[in-house]
């Protein structure tokens, strides 16, 4: 994947570009393939690269980002039922980085898929 938050100089300095939070996953990997291919600068962020620090800050790129793309989620349907700590998880997981973004004088566009 080439969206690593840190690999791309270009959009360091770009507010323009996207972040997409599940960028490892089948939409959000089509997702950046399409953002890169047409010169968008992404920050893509999985399990293994997150979007928040320990502190509950945002990574500088998503801090930056434009638009941001909530693609995250560790259940589907019968896991929601039969799994209701898992749902707490991913809402929370969501409602963090909302909280991290909403301090900006304009707040990213969020685009839940």
Avoid: C, K
């Amino acid at each position: 994947m080439g969206a690593d938050p840190g690999t791309d100089a270009g959009a360091a300095t770009d507010p323009a570009g996207i972040a997409v939070i599940g960028a490892a996953g089948f939409l959000g990997s089509a997702l950046v393939a399409a953002a890169e291919r047409s010169g968008v600068p992404v920050a893509g962020y999985t399990r293994a690269i997150p979007f928040l620090s320990l502190d509950g800050s945002p990574h500088e790129r998503l801090a930056r980002a434009r638009t941001v793309f909530w693609l995250a989620s560790s259940i589907n349907p019968a896991l929601a039922e039969s799994d209701p700590g898992r749902v707490r998880a991913d809402r929370e997981a969501f409602a963090a980085m909302l909280r991290a973004v909403r301090t900006r004088p304009e707040p990213p566009r969020v685009v839940l898929l």
